[in-house]
């Protein structure tokens, strides 16, 4: 296996070297000895002038054309290995010389194939003083000889004349000289066919924008976006760097036009890191290194920024060329990380860079005169582009490929799940259905959810009555202020299930359909998760049911309670928990008000020392709770206790309230009637006659801060 990847890897490095020694076979030689004139043809097809040129560079800038001349006369200039000068600021003086040595007039064309030149000035003759043609993508497009993305000036000679041409060139951009000749009939086949692949190219780059479009809408992954921008961004580079830009989109916006080319590399840069992180899936596969990505999208967004308002040109073209470097750099770099870590589809992305990479270089030795113009060295940078567009495409549409087919699994995987849960809810359904208990649940606002058929025979209500119903719309109510009381404990049972998630148990009063009185049931709460959902799963069922009051025969306990009027309820809750032995369960709920209703009394009369006149005037205008709580919270009263004492046998109930009030007087209190109280429309103060009327005994003490109940079964 070794061996045969050595093979292979010998094999591409045959290729590489084969296909270089391809585009060097054309290259001229240049060791030849320069020839003064340039001799035109019946038929030229783009011949490179590159040896017959002479260079004269004006430091100043500011030199005259008649001093120029001298300059060449006197042997000033130099000839150029290469057609690139890199950047200067320096005036370029270009001097050509062309002989007709053929028998016939001959219309030919000299086209510079570089169209980021800012200042072109073409002078014909030596006598001339001021230029024949002012041109460059500093001045609009309309002063240009020929209609053309690049500079291109016609001649027309005839037999055995000669010609000296002049241009002096200036540019803050990188200065190319790559002088090309065309005879008129050879230009116009030039210009059409250079047309024609242009057109191909821009059409299949906006084909592939309307394809990941397509995908774009139907599959709503973020990456085909990134993509389109990077695309268009790419495309909108190309056309500026192609000079097509200039020549379609702004001929009479020189600035925009000369600024576009930078701007347009930092919007390329930003859209293509943006969507190399979302397709290479860096933050799951490679999460440090994806922070870099931030950096990279904050220096190309400051970069388009400075190319407006802050760069010159020369800055700003410089800036987005390191910049460039350094991402192409790291995403390769992120490219083997993530194909390394597992990414299927870096592969495609590393292909698809590799490619871009090499025939912009090709391209780049093209423009530098190293290389000889063909298809490759002259369209290389469209041709790689073309190609890491349809690799990239190619890895998109294998992600959607691979996705497709972990959907498939996940549909099978689904439908298995679907199969168990179905049994498994047909299984809990029936169970839940045959449950005696009146099993429920609820949502997070306390609202019923599903209900058994056990409903019915527990409070009358069938299970589509209760569904959507508040569970505290099943609480009974009376009416009366105790109503409240109820309405807090069972608030607090369910805040402290929400709070807590654990279980929670109480005893509840339910509204009985047909017999609007109140049914007490044991309720027991707790939360069911699944599927990221919450719900609460309540049993509502007979209190007989708990087992510990089987083996009760007699208990004592002793309680000492706070001022909270909440306590109330749980107190009676459990003192009157294990009575369902002896007696029956109207009793039962008959003590459970009257010690409800003697805790409060001493909560509210004793502790809080709340006169029955202050109590009528609070309730009266609503705002009985806060004045109990502004009690509660006074140093004087919020220290006080309530002590219950609580006992338990087979013959008796005794329960002993005392608070540290100062007492009432109990004995005119209990002269009052319950018709006095409707008479007078209160709706308090019925306590202490419901209890005379249901415990066999109820004393006070002498002071009146202490009350001692007794229920004999």
């Known amino acids: 296996m070794r061996k045969e990847k050595q093979s292979r890897v010998t094999s591409l490095l045959f290729l590489g070297f084969g296909f270089l020694s391809f585009l060097l076979s054309n290259q001229e030689l240049y060791s030849k000895e320069n020839q003064e004139r340039f001799p035109l043809e019946k038929e030229m097809h783009g011949i490179s002038l590159l040896p017959y040129i002479s260079v004269y560079i004006d430091e100043t800038g500011k030199k005259p054309f008649f001093e120029i001349v001298k300059a060449f006369d006197r042997g000033e200039s130099k000839k150029l290995g290469h057609n690139s000068l890199g950047y200067s600021q320096a005036a370029i003086w270009v001097k050509i010389e062309t002989e007709n040595e053929t028998d016939r007039s001959i219309d030919w064309i000299l086209e510079i194939d570089y169209a980021l030149l800012d200042y072109v000035e073409m002078y014909s003759g030596r006598r001339s003083e001021n230029a024949v043609n002012r041109s460059g993508d500093m001045r609009e497009f309309g002063f240009r000889p020929i209609e053309h ?57 906006l084909i592939m924008v309307v394809y990941n479009l397509f995908l774009l809408f139907s599959t709503r992954d973020k990456s085909y976006l990134y993509y389109v921008l990077y695309i268009l961004s790419y495309i909108l580079f190309q056309f500026t760097l192609n000079g097509l830009s200039f020549q379609y989109l702004w001929r009479n916006s020189v600035l925009w036009a000369n600024y576009s080319l930078p701007f347009s590399i930092f919007t390329v840069l930003l859209a293509g ?101 063909n298809f490759f060295t002259l369209w290389g940078i469209q041709v790689g582009s073309v190609m890491e567009v349809s690799l990239l495409s190619l890895g998109l549409a294998d992600r959607i490929k691979g996705l497709s087919d972990e959907l498939t699994s996940r549909v099978n995987e689904l439908g298995r ?11 809990y359904r029936s169970l839940f259905e045959a449950e005696e208990d009146f099993l429920f649940s609820l949502d997070q606002n306390w609202n019923v959810l599903a209900a058994n058929r056990s409903v019915s025979k527990h409070i009358g209500f069938k299970p589509q ?84 009051s089987r083996f009760v025969d007699d208990e004592k306990t002793v309680y000492s309670a706070n001022n909270y009027l909440q306590n109330a309820e749980l107190l009676s809750q459990r003192m009157t928990t ?38 009528t005037r609070a309730m009266s205008d609503g705002s009985y709770f806060r004045f109990v709580q502004e009690r509660q919270k006074d ?11 609580y006992s338990l046998s087979r013959d008796r109930l005794g329960v002993r309230i005392t608070d540290e009030g100062k007492g009432f007087n109990h004995a005119r209190l209990m002269k009052s009637s319950m018709d006095k109280l409707n008479s007078e429309g209160i709706t308090h103060g019925r306590g202490l006659t419901l209890t005379l009327s249901t415990f066999d005994l109820v004393k006070f003490n002498s002071s009146g801060n202490q009350v001692t109940l007794i229920k004999y079964f």
């Open 273 to 373: 890191s943006a969507f190399g992180r979302s397709f290479l899936n860096a933050v799951e596969y490679t999460p440090k290194t994806s922070r870099v990505y931030y950096v990279l999208f904050g220096l190309s967004g400051f970069g388009m920024f400075s190319t407006l308002f802050l760069w010159e040109y020369r800055t700003a073209i410089m800036a987005s060329l390191i910049l460039m470097f350094v991402t192409l750099g790291f995403l390769i770099a992120n490219g083997i990380q993530c194909l390394l870590a597992g990414r299927r589809e870096a592969k495609y992305f590393l292909l698809a860079w590799s490619f871009f990479l090499f025939f912009s270089f090709l391209f780049g030795l093209k423009s530098f005169g190293i290389l000889p113009n």
């Open 465 to 548: 009555e209760v569904v959507g119903k508040n569970f505290m719309e099943l609480i009974y109510k009376a009416g009366e202020l105790q109503d409240a009381y109820k309405k807090l404990y069972v608030l607090e049972k369910l805040e402290e299930l929400a709070s807590e998630g654990k279980p929670v148990r109480f005893l509840a009063e339910f509204l009985q359909k047909y017999l609007r009185e109140p049914k007490e049931l044991q309720i027991q709460f707790q939360i069911l998760e699944y599927e990221g959902q919450r719900e609460i799963l309540g049993r509502a069922y007979e209190p007989d049911q708990d087992l510990m």
């Open 149 to 205: 993305r690049n500079f291109a000036y016609p001649f027309t000679d005839r037999p055995g004349s000669v010609r000296e041409i002049y241009f002096r060139i200036a540019s803050s951009s990188s200065i190319l000289l790559p002088f090309l000749v065309f005879t008129k009939g050879e230009f116009t086949e030039h210009a059409f066919l250079e047309q024609l692949f242009l057109g191909l190219y821009y059409g299949s780059m």
């Open 635 to 645: 140093p004087y009263y919020k220290s006080k206790k309530v002590k219950v004492e």
């Open 417 to 427: 799940i679907r199969t168990e849960a179905e049994e498994s809810e047909a299984k």
């Open 578 to 615: 294990n009575l369902y032995r002896f007696t029956d369960p109207g009793t039962i709920t008959a003590i459970r008000n009257c010690l409800r209703e003697m805790i409060i009394n001493a909560i509210e009369h004793g502790n809080l020392n709340i006169s029955f006149e202050e109590k």
